[in-house]
């Protein structure tokens, strides 16, 4: 009786991320430079108005489309979807309809941030068969529960300034988390390299 086919092994999996390696890294320093980009433009006029946090959402739901692409095979497609479609409807709500009507819906958008956090965790945890690096994404998700959870607490104290800081700051902060993935993986790959030769 034959045995049943054995799952692709480490380094295979590491070979098909280091395949898109520097599309993740563009990817993290894209999430990175929005968010220093949005977070200097906040203090530098010392508020916020609604288009800037409309366009950061858009810009981040655009960003995460692209990013999860690129590991696609070691995640749930279809749930990353809504939360893209969920960053960019919010984004399109807060220019067209800001104000209280928004500040209606924040509880909700407060509690997807969450889930998205949970999301970004499990990206991490499911990536770490692809090799070393994948405790930043995990970190990159720990830190959206963590803001998406202050802010709900916090609700309905919340200031516009306070959410479009900490938003900013979690971009930014997740485009490191990619950033850093990208570099272990290239030290997975030269690993995997070096074993494969050793085997010969």
């Not at 969450?114 to 970004?120: D, H, K, P, S, W």
């Not at 997975?188 to 074993?195: H, I, L, N, P, S």
Request: aromatic letters at 10%.
């Amino acid at each position: 009786m034959t045995s049943p086919p054995r799952p692709a092994t480490t380094s295979r999996q590491i070979v098909q991320l280091k395949r898109r390696q520097g599309n993740i890294l563009v990817a993290g320093i894209l999430f990175a430079a929005a968010g220093l980009m949005f977070f200097c433009n906040i203090i530098a006029v010392a508020g916020v108005s609604w288009p800037v946090i409309g366009l950061m959402l858009i810009a981040t739901g655009m960003l995460q489309f692209y990013a999860i692409w690129q590991i696609r095979q070691h995640v749930h497609l279809p749930a990353w979807g809504l939360v893209v479609v969920f960053y960019i409807t919010f984004g399109l709500f807060a220019l067209t309809a800001p104000g209280r009507r928004f500040a209606g819906l924040a509880l909700v958008f407060f509690a997807g941030l969450v889930a998205i956090g949970i999301l970004r965790c499990h990206c991490g945890y499911v990536s770490r068969r692809g090799g070393r690096g994948w405790y930043w994404l995990l970190a990159g998700g720990t830190v959206t529960v963590a803001i998406g959870g202050l802010l709900a607490l916090r609700w309905p104290l919340n200031e516009l300034s306070l959410v479009s800081q900490l938003l900013a700051i979690d971009l930014a902060l997740n485009g490191l988390a990619l950033i850093a993935f990208a570099v272990q993986l290239g030290h997975a790959a030269a690993d995997g390299a070096k074993e494969r030769t050793g085997d010969r």
